[in-house]
């Protein structure tokens, strides 16, 4: 079942001005019905102020992502992440998950909601089992904190690509998670097992991502969503084509080689609205076709295609 409709309108509109980022918020809302949006928030980088007084006048849902965290600080550190077998490196990780965390208890203080937080592993540096042992740790830390601050949020684990280290695509176009999907899955059902407040840990997948990682995503939700992990979502994207193959770079539908084509959103509507769990389903597209679109075309064909689905 299908519960709400998401706009990552920032992939698109993130270059802009925050004066005319809050003014698209404003135009989702006002004219597309729109009042649920992705967004990233950063370590130690409070939203604009123009954003926040538009996100609380409109009483904004909000799927907060720390993907760009992650992918930001492992271009200088490869080590980081909140499966980092170091301690040192899952500490500094879990310090930046707080800051962001202090940003949403401060949204949420506005009238915010903060529907979703959604983390990710972070790169590979060491054997899986190294790695999961410590993504246990840091869920079981996390998923307690978010109880205690914001009870009425998710804590989600996006898939996001893990392709191997010696694949031509680079980081972070590619490789971003230190785990694959079905050990991240197994990874989040012990943590499930584990904790006894709150609500348990789910996934959320992003289409695009799958793409890069040479998945074929329909089949792959199908099988997720009779796995024993709950799940929070779909964020809808392609990718971007190269010789090498799919990367991480969110073209929309309307480039014919991105992976990601308007029956694609269609089906992955029907699939989620025939299930019996409750679901998003969101679109987070840039203005790449491959050649650069305005932020009105990119953003007015998502909205159209999510008014397709169900």
Not at 75 to 85: K, S
Request: a negative charge; hydrophobic letters at 45%.
């Amino acid at each position: 079942m299908i519960t709400e409709k998401i706009l990552g309108a920032y992939s698109a509109i993130g270059t802009l001005p925050p004066a005319d980022q809050a003014a698209w918020y404003r135009r989702a809302a006002g004219e597309w019905g729109i009042n649920a949006f992705e967004i990233p928030i950063l370590a130690g980088q409070a939203l604009p102020d123009e954003l926040v007084e538009t996100f609380a006048d409109l009483g904004a849902s909000l799927v907060v992502t720390m993907v760009a965290q992650w992918a930001g600080r492992g271009q200088a550190h490869p080590t980081y992440g909140l499966a980092a077998p170091e301690a040192a490196d899952r500490q500094s990780a879990l310090l930046d998950l707080c800051s962001a965390l202090q940003h949403c208890t401060e949204l949420a203080g506005r009238g915010i909601r903060i529907r979703n937080l959604a983390v990710h592993t972070g790169c590979k540096s060491a054997e899986p089992i190294a790695h999961a042992i410590a993504f246990h740790q840091s869920l079981i830390e996390i998923q307690q904190r978010v109880a205690e601050v914001l009870e009425h949020t998710v804590l989600c684990v996006e898939l996001t690509d893990h392709r191997p280290l010696e694949h031509a695509v680079p980081f972070p176009a590619a490789k971003k998670a230190a785990l694959t999907s079905d050990e991240v899955v197994q990874t989040v059902a012990a943590v499930n097992r584990q904790v006894s407040s709150g609500s348990p840990v789910q996934i959320e997948i992003n289409w695009g991502r799958l793409l890069v990682n040479g998945d074929e995503p329909l089949p792959e939700l199908e099988r997720l969503l009779g796995g024993a992990v709950p799940l929070a979502g779909v964020i809808l994207s392609g990718a971007g084509a190269s010789p090498d193959g799919y990367m991480d770079s969110h073209n929309s539908h309307l480039d014919p080689a991105s992976g990601f084509s308007a029956a694609d959103g269609i089906a992955c509507a029907r699939v989620l609205a025939d299930s019996a769990q409750t679901c998003f389903i969101g679109m987070k597209c840039s203005v790449k076709a491959p050649d650069e679109l305005s932020v009105e075309q990119v953003l007015e064909a998502q909205v159209e295609l999510l008014d397709q689905m169900a």
